[in-house]
């Protein structure tokens, strides 16, 4: 049986996102709502792609050899760059509030971009956008 949507989630997803009400319940009930405290690091710059995340609350910042990038806010996907390159991470992420966020496996997301082309695509966009500022 697949597990039923946080309607708080799916709330914040529909608020910070253009997703469509589809696209939201997906991610709602694939993603595992997690609280990263201030300060912490995310991801690891050299590091496999294992996991991404959708901000909830809260802020990170995008480091490249310990040097500042780029803040990124709620509703912005961290982590998206590494899964669909299929590359190491190129920069590591630390955050600079308390965060909550969705945590997603590769494979949660690899499966959701299969199957929801709308979220493919704007995966895709993001990871292209991001990698045209660095």
Request: glycine share 4%; proline share 6%; hydrophobic share 45%.
């Amino acid at each position: 049986m697949a597990k039923k949507p946080d309607p708080d989630v799916v709330r914040s997803l529909n608020e910070l996102t253009d997703f469509d009400d589809a696209t939201v319940k997906a991610l709602a009930t694939v993603g595992q709502p997690v609280h990263i405290p201030a300060n912490w690091a995310m991801i690891f710059e050299h590091t496999p792609a294992d996991k991404a995340y959708i901000l909830l609350s809260g802020t990170v910042e995008i480091r490249k050899d310990g040097q500042p990038l780029a803040t990124l806010n709620p509703g912005d996907v961290v982590g998206e760059i590494a899964l669909v390159t299929g590359r190491l991470r190129s920069a590591t992420v630390v955050t600079t509030t308390d965060v909550e966020a969705l945590h997603f496996t590769a494979e949660a997301f690899e499966d959701l971009a299969a199957h929801n082309p709308q979220f493919a695509t704007a995966l895709h966009d993001a990871a292209v956008h991001r990698i045209a500022q660095n």
